[in-house]
């Protein structure tokens, strides 16, 4: 069964340090999104992506925040100067085109990268 | 704005007897839908079930069903016969309306603990 992969698995990072975040969506999928879950708290969205640029994002997703689709596989969100705030678990998902205009949408979450900024 | 709200921060359940989750919603779009999602201590996001505002009856996949109540604006998700493994921590959603994309809309989430 295809799914989202992301890599790592794990990031250690020194405060003000780019970081790069990799996600493959699910191949036939046209939709993709960058979640963050700091621990014990709720998941928060970031960023949606579709047709090559950002669809919406949130309002943590600042200056210091990006997205690229740069091959048409992989999907990366970049921290430019992490803060130790962005310490967090990052999911990556993606879902396929919508049918009909149905709400459901199921999105397909990859296991996520534990992202610890020191 | 949708906001979802889970207001169990914790339950416990005992093997193999039913428990319900509750997650209650606020929107003001007429047609929407609800995903339930697990979390095990492993961190990944595992999809459960979904329902969307004008299915008929309440879904079910499994072990895990959809108490859909409109009315009240309620999805609570029931777990019938409980397994150790169901141990997890419980995620109610709700797709946001707007944009082509549709980003999910969290709930604080419920850490549900199954007891042997």
């Known amino acids: 069964e295809p799914e989202v992969t992301q890599t790592p698995s794990h990031q250690v990072t020194q405060m003000g340090q780019e970081v790069i975040l990799r996600c493959v969506p699910i191949?036939?999928?046209?939709?993709f999104y960058w979640y963050r879950q700091i621990l014990g708290q709720k998941v928060e969205f970031l960023v949606s992506?579709?047709?090559?640029?950002?669809?919406?994002k949130s309002e943590i997703f600042d200056d210091q925040f990006s997205v690229e689709r740069p091959d048409g596989s992989n999907f990366t969100l970049k921290i430019r100067s992490t803060k130790l705030e962005d310490s967090a678990m990052y999911f990556c998902?993606?879902?396929?085109?919508?049918?009909?205009?149905?709400?459901?949408?199921?999105?397909?979450f990859g296991p996520g990268t534990r992202l610890t900024v020191l | 704005a949708q906001k979802i709200t889970q207001t169990q921060p914790g339950m416990f359940v005992q093997e193999k007897e039913a428990v319900t989750l509750d997650c209650t919603y606020d929107t003001s779009d007429p047609s929407y839908g609800l995903f339930w999602y697990k979390q095990p201590s492993s961190g990944e996001m595992i999809f459960l079930i979904y329902q969307g505002s004008y299915d008929q009856q309440n879904a079910t996949e499994g072990r895990y069903s959809l108490n859909f109540q409109k009315a009240r604006k309620s999805a609570n998700l029931v777990i019938s016969a409980s397994q150790l493994g169901d141990s997890a921590m419980y995620f109610c959603a709700m797709p946001q309306r707007s944009g082509s994309a549709r980003q999910l809309t969290f709930g604080s989430g419920t850490q549900l603990t199954v007891l042997p």
């Open positions: 992506f579709y047709n090559n640029e950002i669809s919406e």
């Open positions: 191949s036939n999928h046209l939709y």
């Open positions: 998902a993606s879902s396929p085109p919508s049918s009909g205009g149905a709400t459901y949408n199921e999105q397909f």
